[in-house]
């Protein structure tokens, strides 16, 4: 019995079909359905063992169902006018607004919008940064997600990789002594060239929180500063974890991006971005034929992610968002136990969803879906991973 799971290969969901290239076949609409139909049963039916990644698979917004048959287009910045009348900016204003709360702003003073996910809020936080700080170097540590790195590329700043302590956090004295040794070699008429700053908020392998605060302090020897805070996973969580991580724009974050589909949970990719709106241009008309003002990154904008979003945390508000916080750190803690128990070593930084262990064999990471890094595996305790599938990971881990 034992012989046959170790060696069963693992599942695949998402075969590459060749009956799937598009002109193989002739069109058979019923045939279609069915196989899509199948498709998603296998999905659902696999996500239960998705445990390592950060996406919450908890989620059913099948009554939404109809949105699928029209376009919903929020053509530049969700608070401005559009031509086109077929948008959901009233939906997309109230998410900015409730995440904007949940970052310690007044929703007032902030400006955001719903993006295509993490990365695309990080590009825009950094290129609000640059406008201020042309001459600033990004600092960030080497957790920081390799979007920050890419976005760097991408608006021709140049990225100082700084390490990280033992708990996955940038280090503030390695920020501080980069950022005056900045200073002293590009003074800038004595100003200093300034600092950006990416303190992510739960990193990817281990869901350590930078602190805001901290870094803002350590980086102000280069002049002005700017922290841009990528909340991708962890914003939401640290919003309502007991030991309050400091993340926010009342902890000094000048931006922040959160990914939707993450510990909310979502059926496309999206998040939202939020910035300082006194750093934000002022809204002026893009174009004649959009009548849209557009700071966003992108013209076109789904209006089905602003939906989505909205859905998800109107059923939740900020008492649910908690609630739902706070059961899965508990389920965090009950990974930690079991874990233990299984003897592979877990750790566990303070608040995080992220268990790592030691990195099991191949089939046991195939068969529920884990993120390695080296000799460590992680899973992530988003909403859809219950006390009973890390029960049945560790009788596999007992058995291998
Ligand atoms: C810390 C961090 N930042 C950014 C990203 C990228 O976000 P997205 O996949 O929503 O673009 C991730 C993705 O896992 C992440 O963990």
């Given at each position: ?37 199948d498709?998603?049963s ?10 390592g ?9 099948s ?22 009348g ?70 021709g ?50 869901g ?29 969580i ?14 000094g ?23 300082r709106?006194?750093l ?14 557009a700071?966003?990154?992108?013209c ?9 979003l909205?859905?998800a ?17 508990e ?20 608040d995080s ?19 390695c ?28």
């Amino acid at each position: 019995m034992t012989d046959t799971v170790m060696t069963r290969p693992a599942p695949d969901p998402v075969p590459d079909l060749p009956e799937l290239h598009i002109g193989a076949l002739p069109a058979d609409p019923g045939a279609d359905t069915a196989r899509l139909l199948d498709l998603a049963s296998a999905l659902r039916a696999e996500a239960p063992r998705v445990l390592g990644f950060p996406g919450n698979l908890a989620f059913d917004f099948s009554d939404l169902g109809p949105a699928l048959s029209i376009l919903t287009n929020n053509v530049g910045d969700p608070t401005s006018s559009d031509a086109s009348g077929v948008h959901t900016k009233s939906y997309e204003q109230a998410v900015v607004r409730f995440l904007a709360q949940t970052a310690g702003a007044h929703a007032d003073d902030v400006y955001g919008y719903v993006t295509t996910g993490g990365t695309e809020g990080i590009l825009f936080g950094l290129a609000t940064a640059r406008r201020h700080l042309p001459n600033a170097d990004v600092y960030a540590s080497d957790q920081a997600h390799y979007s920050v790195a890419r976005a760097a590329d991408l608006l021709g700043l140049h990225l100082v990789t700084l390490p990280s302590n033992d708990d996955g956090t940038l280090d503030p004295e390695s920020l501080k002594v980069a950022a005056f040794f900045h200073r002293r070699v590009r003074p800038h008429a004595g100003r200093g060239p300034g600092a950006i700053v990416v303190a992510t908020i739960g990193t990817t392998m281990r869901g350590a929180y930078d602190d805001v605060t901290e870094l803002r302090r350590a980086a102000a020897v280069a002049g002005d500063v700017h922290v841009h805070a990528d909340a991708a996973s962890g914003g939401p969580i640290a919003a309502h974890a007991p030991s309050n991580p400091r993340w926010n724009f009342a902890h000094g974050a000048d931006s922040i991006s959160i990914s939707g589909h993450k510990i909310i949970g979502a059926p496309v990719p999206c998040g939202v971005v939020l910035a300082r709106k006194d750093l934000v241009d002022e809204p002026v008309i893009a174009s004649e034929y959009t009548m849209a003002s557009a700071r966003t990154l992108g013209c076109s904008r789904s209006g089905l992610a602003a939906l989505l979003l909205w859905s998800a945390l109107r059923r939740l508000g900020h008492t649910g968002l908690r609630a739902h916080i706070l059961r899965c750190l508990e389920t965090a803690q009950y990974g930690v136990d079991q874990l233990t128990q299984a003897g592979v070593h877990p750790t566990r930084t303070t608040d995080s969803l992220t268990v790592c262990f030691d990195r099991p064999a191949d089939w046991i990471v195939r068969k529920w879906h884990l993120a390695c890094e080296g000799p460590t595996a992680h899973l992530i305790t988003v909403g859809h991973v219950t006390r009973s599938a890390i029960d049945e990971l560790c009788r596999d881990l007992r058995t291998s």
